[in-house]
C-alpha cells in the first residue's frame, strides 16, 4: 500500500514554515490521538502518519531528501537515512508533553519531585471610605507550609528519599511500539522521580502541613472594584521544597449609602422640596475626605441639574489627581397634603401661567400641533 504524501497527512503546503508546520502538526495529532480515539485501528493508524510526516518535515536535513526523492529517501538501501524513525522518537517527548499533559495527568518537575504550590484566591471587600483612603488589613488564609518536622522532604527526620527504581528518577516512562514511542507520567512515583519509604509521621509524606496563616495586605487608596493584588510567594508551599505559589486578593467595594462612583467621578442625589426648588436655598453636603461645602440653589432649579465640586470624588491610584463630585438634584413632590395645603395649591395653580411651567406647556403645545397635523 502505497504510503501518503508527508504534506497532504499534515494538510500543509510544500513551502510550509516551521511554525505553521508545527501547528498543523499538534491539531493533526490532538485529532488522532489513541486517547480521543480508543479501539479505532485506523485512527491509531493516522497517528503513527502524522507522528512520522512531522519527524520527517521538521529536520531540514530530512525535509530536503524527501523533497527531492519522496519515501524512497528513508527505505534500507536507496541511499537514505536508513534506520526507518526509531532513532529519533525521542524527539516527540517535548511536543506531546505540551499537548497531552494534562490529558496524562499533568506536567511534573523532575528535579527531586519539587512541584510549585498552588496559587489562592482571597476575596476581599471594603468600604468606600477605606476604598478612598487606603488601609492595611490583616488577613488569615489557611494555606499548606512546609512541613517543619521533615523541613519539606516527605521523609521521616533521619531518612530522605531514594529514587524510583521503575523510571529511575526521571519521573517518565516510556512505552513503545515499532518506530513510535511515548512518554507517560510514572505510576509508581507519580511523576516526582523518587519515592518515600519512611514517611514524615506530621505530614504523611506530602511535605507540607495545613496550617492558618495572618499576613498583612496592603490596600493603595483609590482601589476600584475588581481590582486583583498580587503576593508572590505567598500561596501553597511547594511540594518537597518546591517554590510557594501566589496569593491573588481581589478586592471589591460595597456599595455606599450616599454616594455612586464611576471611575474616579463621585455622584450624589441630594432630593429638595418643591418650595426650595421654585424660590432658591442652599444646603451642606459632606464629602468622604470630611470637609463640608454648601451648595447654592438657585431660583427655578430643576430635577437632575447637576453641581461640580472640583477634586472632592476619589483618588486617582498611585497618583496625586482625584476626581470630582458631582451633587444630582432631584424635587420632590409634596405628599400627604392637609387642607390648608392643598388649598394654597389649588390657588397657585389658578393663578400660573405658561411663564411659571415654560417646559410643560412647550411640551404639550408641541403635542397638540402634532395631533392635529395626523388628524389632516
Same mark, same amino acid.
Do not use: C
Given at each position: 500500500?502505497?504510503?501518503? +504524501?508527508?504534506? %497532504?497527512?499534515?494538510?500543509?503546503?510544500?513551502? @510550509?514554515? #516551521?511554525?505553521?508546520?508545527?501547528?498543523?502538526?499538534?491539531? !493533526?495529532?490532538?485529532?488522532?490521538?489513541?486517547?480521543?480515539?480508543? +479501539?479505532?485501528? %485506523?485512527?491509531?493508524?493516522?497517528?503513527?502518519? @502524522?507522528? #512520522?510526516?512531522?519527524?520527517?518535515?521538521?529536520?531540514?536535513? !530530512?525535509?530536503?531528501?524527501?523533497?527531492?526523492?519522496?519515501?524512497?529517501?528513508f527505505e534500507q538501501g536507496e541511499g537514505g537515512f536508513g534506520g526507518g524513525f526509531g532513532a529519533g522518537t525521542g524527539a516527540f517527548s517535548d511536543i506531546f508533553e505540551d499537548i497531552f499533559g494534562e490529558m496524562m495527568g499533568g506536567r511534573r518537575s523532575r528535579s527531586g519531585g519539587r512541584e510549585r504550590g498552588t496559587d489562592l484566591r482571597y476575596n476581599m471587600e471594603v468600604s468606600l471610605e477605606e476604598a478612598f483612603t487606603g488601609k492595611t488589613a490583616e488577613i488569615s488564609v489557611p494555606t499548606a507550609v512546609t512541613c517543619e518536622t521533615c523541613s519539606g522532604s516527605g521523609a521521616k527526620p533521619g531518612s530522605s528519599p531514594t529514587v524510583c527504581s521503575t523510571c529511575g528518577g526521571n519521573g517518565r516512562v516510556r512505552a513503545a511500539s515499532g518506530f513510535f514511542s511515548i512518554e507517560r507520567t510514572c505510576p509508581a512515583c507519580q511523576g516526582r522521580g523518587e519515592v518515600i519509604t519512611d514517611p514524615c509521621e506530621d505530614c504523611n509524606g506530602q511535605g507540607r502541613v495545613t496550617r492558618e496563616r495572618t499576613l498583612s495586605v496592603n490596600i493603595p487608596a483609590g482601589i476600584e472594584d475588581g481590582v486583583r493584588i498580587r503576593l508572590a510567594g505567598e500561596g501553597e508551599a511547594g511540594s518537597r521544597n518546591g517554590p510557594a505559589g501566589d496569593l491573588y486578593i481581589f478586592l471589591s467595594v460595597r456599595p455606599h449609602e450616599f454616594f455612586q462612583r464611576d471611575g474616579t467621578d463621585l455622584f450624589c442625589r441630594v432630593p429638595i422640596s418643591m418650595t426650595t426648588a421654585a424660590l432658591g436655598g442652599e444646603f451642606e453636603v459632606k464629602a468622604l475626605d470630611g470637609t463640608k461645602t454648601r451648595v447654592k440653589v438657585p431660583e427655578g432649579t430643576q430635577t437632575g441639574k447637576q453641581f461640580r465640586l472640583k477634586a472632592k470624588?476619589?483618588?486617582?491610584?498611585?497618583?496625586?489627581?482625584?476626581?470630582?463630585?458631582?451633587?444630582?438634584?432631584?424635587?420632590?413632590?409634596?405628599?400627604?397634603?392637609?387642607?390648608?395645603?392643598?388649598?394654597?395649591?389649588?390657588?397657585?395653580?389658578?393663578?400660573?401661567?405658561?411663564?411659571?411651567?415654560?417646559?410643560?406647556?412647550?411640551?404639550?403645545?408641541?403635542?397638540?400641533?402634532?395631533?392635529?397635523?395626523?388628524?389632516?
Open positions: 500500500m502505497a504510503k501518503i +504524501d508527508y504534506y %497532504e497527512m499534515l494538510g500543509v503546503a510544500r513551502s @510550509v514554515g #516551521e511554525k505553521e508546520l508545527k501547528s498543523a502538526y499538534r491539531k !493533526k495529532a490532538m485529532q488522532f490521538h489513541p486517547d480521543r480515539n480508543p +479501539d479505532d485501528k %485506523e485512527a491509531e493508524r493516522n497517528f503513527k502518519e @502524522v507522528n #512520522e510526516a512531522y519527524e520527517v518535515l521538521k529536520d531540514p536535513q !530530512k525535509r530536503a531528501a524527501y523533497d527531492q526523492f519522496g519515501h524512497a529517501a470624588g476619589m483618588p486617582v491610584m498611585r497618583s496625586h489627581g482625584s476626581g470630582d463630585l458631582y451633587i444630582q438634584i432631584v424635587t420632590e413632590t409634596p405628599q400627604n397634603l392637609n387642607r390648608r395645603q392643598r388649598e394654597l395649591l389649588e390657588e397657585f395653580e389658578q393663578i400660573s401661567s405658561e411663564k411659571n411651567s415654560p417646559e410643560s406647556a412647550g411640551f404639550f403645545t408641541r403635542m397638540k400641533n402634532f395631533l392635529d397635523g395626523l388628524a389632516e
